[in-house]
């Protein structure tokens, strides 16, 4: 069987990929043998690298043991590299509440502790989307999900990046900040992120009442007290989104 793998690299992590990526394009039930004709390399390599990856669940045997299937682990890298789903009717929901207001509209979802921008305000683009997703102790959906997680354990432990003068580098203040988060249920940033900038954070709760997303209301620093004002539609739009995104 003729295959050409797209990564080139070499050593055993090199290899594990290549597997992987031969087992996924023949799909359930690759033989060991498919895969050192297709990569051109000896069996004991690839009995190695078999081995190790059925043992970390990248790979599956298949039920008569002859084959390869992709495993668990993969499963779960996929689901948390695909963007997520947004029904057209909480779309519709979201674009409806933008129509009347004069703020920045965004939704944002949760994944495996981390950030992902779900459906962004086309008229009002976020201008931060790197930061605010690589740093949640400076902006409001992060912090949101941070006192979900409980505290900033799931951060590094490296200093917190100070992105303005004003962002929360203190892990005794955030942790203040996180308390006040899970008894009020909103969090807010202002000029935390970016200069200038603020901005409200409502959750979406999941079945379970679990967080599973938020909804971020963004607008310059000066009217953050008109954002403020949009708090009761804002909680009532969040009730309205749970049972179309989850």
Known sequence: MSYR????????????????????RFGTGTTAKEITEALQIPQA????????????????????????????????????????????????????????NRFAVHLVMYRNASLRIADEDPDYPLQSAFEMLRHPHASAAGKLMLAELGDSSSLPMRPLAKLTEHTITDRGQLEAALADIRANKQASEVNELEQGSASLAFPIAMPDGSLGAALCLFGPSA????????????????LRLEPLLF
């Open 5 to 24: 793998p797209s990564y080139a690299g070499t050593g055993p992590a090199a290899t594990s990929l290549r597997i992987l990526e031969v087992v996924a």
């Open 45 to 100: 390599t690839a009995y190695r690298a078999l081995n190790a990856l059925v043992a970390d669940e990248y790979l599956a045997r298949t039920s008569n043991l002859r084959g390869f299937a992709l495993g668990h682990a993969i499963t779960g890298l996929i689901t948390a590299a695909a963007p997520p789903t947004v029904s057209t009717a909480a779309r519709g929901v979201m674009e409806r509440f933008r129509s009347g």
């Open 223 to 238: 009217r953050f007290p008109t954002i403020c004002e949009q708090e009761e539609a804002a909680r009532d739009l969040t």
